[in-house]
């Protein structure tokens, strides 16, 4: 068994949401402890809630709060791999439970698997990206507010961007 331990320092663990139905909103996660083995096949991820960053202090607070993540009830967000899939030597799917304000649902993540490469300081490394996009009212997230120009103020599908390093252990 191989089990790689992701970076913080190296990996940014994402989102991406449509505001005001013409642009692009983008948070990441700083604090979260997780891991795979490629070999078992097996990855977790718990992601404390309050280290969200959107790079604006006022919308934080907001996203934080019950209209959102309700962090203050629901602190940390976790994923539970169930199964892979390898459709080449480095890319596949993981579908996974994840868990968000108290609703657990199954996504799947397109995986791709980059490396191995040796650091300077002889850690094992391998770059792992992966993405899916979800729908934020199946996770009890659906705040929204209507806009005068038609439409609301977010969209209901959240893209979910990983892109890290893994330091095998």
Not at 117 to 135: H, Q, S, W
Request: glycine share 8%; proline share 4%.
């Amino acid at each position: 068994m191989s089990t790689y331990v992701f970076d913080t320092t190296h990996t940014n663990i994402g989102f991406v949401v449509r505001h005001a139905m013409i642009t692009k909103v983008h948070g990441s996660f700083t604090d979260f402890d997780a891991s795979f083995d490629p070999d078992a096949q097996t990855a977790t991820a718990t992601i404390k809630v309050n280290s969200l960053d959107t790079k604006n202090k006022d919308r934080d607070a907001h996203v934080l709060s019950g209209d959102f993540f309700d962090a203050e009830n629901f602190p940390t967000m976790t994923f539970t791999a169930t199964s892979t899939t390898l459709t080449s030597s480095n890319q596949g799917t993981v579908t996974g439970d994840l868990t968000i304000k108290g609703h657990t649902q199954p996504v799947t993540l397109d995986v791709t698997i980059t490396g191995p490469a040796e650091d300077p300081y002889g850690n094992t490394r391998l770059g792992v990206e992966a993405t899916t996009t979800i729908n934020r009212k199946d996770f009890g997230i659906d705040f929204n507010a209507p806009l005068n120009t038609g439409g609301v103020l977010l969209s209901e599908d959240i893209k979910i961007i990983i892109d890290g390093s893994a330091i095998k252990q």
